[in-house]
C-alpha cells in the first residue's frame, strides 16, 4: 500500500510541476526544500484488546518530532512532499504499576497542498491539508521484566497545518508553525499473540527553515 501511495503522490507532484510550467508568464514557479524540528504530542491512545474487547488507555512523554520537505511554490500557494519522524516515550499503560519501557513511532510521507496568505509585509500566514501513508511502530513495550508489545502497521494518514513564514530574504525563511496529525486504526499482536487495536493522534508545534531555488 505504502508503496502504491508513493507511487500516487508522485505522479501527482510531477503533474503539478509540469502543468506550472505552462503558466502564464511571469509566475513565480519556485523550487524549494526545507526541514524542521519540535514537539509532538500523542496525550494518550486508546488500546482495544479485539478478543476480550476490553480498554486500556497508554500515556505517553512528549518527544521528537523531525521532518524534511520538497516543495512547488506556485505563487498562490505550494505543493510539497513531506517525509516526517514522530517519536514518543511510553509513560503509563492503563492500571498496571511499574515502571514502562519503549516509544510509539509514526514515520510518514505526504503529499501536501498549502495555501499561502500574501502580504506586503515578511510575514505569510498559511493553512494546509496533506494526505500519505504512516508506519506505526509500538517498538518493545515492557512492564518490568514482561514484555508487552513489539509490532508496526502501515496505514492510511492525513494532516491539517497552519503557521506563520518569515522571508529572511529572496532564498531563506523560518517557518512556525502547529500540525494535527492522524491515521486509520492501527492493529497490532501483543506478546501473547492477541489481536489489538489502537489509535494514533499528534498535536505537533516545529520550527523550521525553507530555502528557495531561484
Excluded at 491539508?129 to 514482561?146: C, P, V
Amino acid at each position: 500500500m505504502v508503496r502504491s501511495l508513493f507511487i500516487l503522490f508522485l505522479s501527482l507532484f510531477c503533474l503539478l510541476f509540469a502543468s506550472s510550467a505552462f503558466a502564464e508568464e511571469g509566475f513565480p514557479n519556485r523550487l524549494y526544500v526545507g526541514a524542521g524540528r519540535g514537539v509532538s504530542d500523542v496525550s494518550s491512545a486508546e488500546i482495544l484488546d479485539k478478543e476480550s474487547d476490553g480498554r486500556t488507555r497508554a500515556e505517553f512523554r512528549r518527544d521528537l518530532y523531525a521532518g524534511g520537505v520538497f516543495g512547488l511554490d506556485v505563487g498562490r500557494g505550494r505543493y510539497e512532499m513531506e517525509l516526517a519522524y514522530r517519536q514518543s516515550d511510553l509513560d503509563k499503560l492503563g492500571a498496571l504499576d511499574g515502571e514502562f519501557t519503549g516509544d510509539i513511532t509514526a514515520t510518514a510521507l505526504l503529499f501536501n497542498a498549502i495555501g499561502d496568505f500574501e502580504n506586503e509585509s515578511r510575514f505569510t500566514p498559511y493553512l494546509g491539508f496533506g494526505l500519505g501513508a504512516a508506519k506505526i511502530s509500538i517498538n518493545k513495550w515492557r512492564s518490568a521484566d514482561t514484555a508487552l508489545i513489539n509490532d508496526s502497521a502501515y496505514l492510511l494518514a492525513f494532516q491539517v497545518m497552519g503557521g506563520v513564514h518569515y522571508a529572511i530574504n529572496a532564498r531563506w525563511g523560518i517557518d512556525l508553525g502547529y500540525k494535527y496529525f492522524n491515521t486509520s486504526f492501527p492493529d497490532f499482536k501483543d506478546a501473547a499473540g492477541r489481536s489489538i487495536e489502537s489509535d494514533y493522534r499528534s498535536n505537533t508545534l516545529a520550527l523550521g527553515a525553507r530555502y528557495h531555488f531561484r
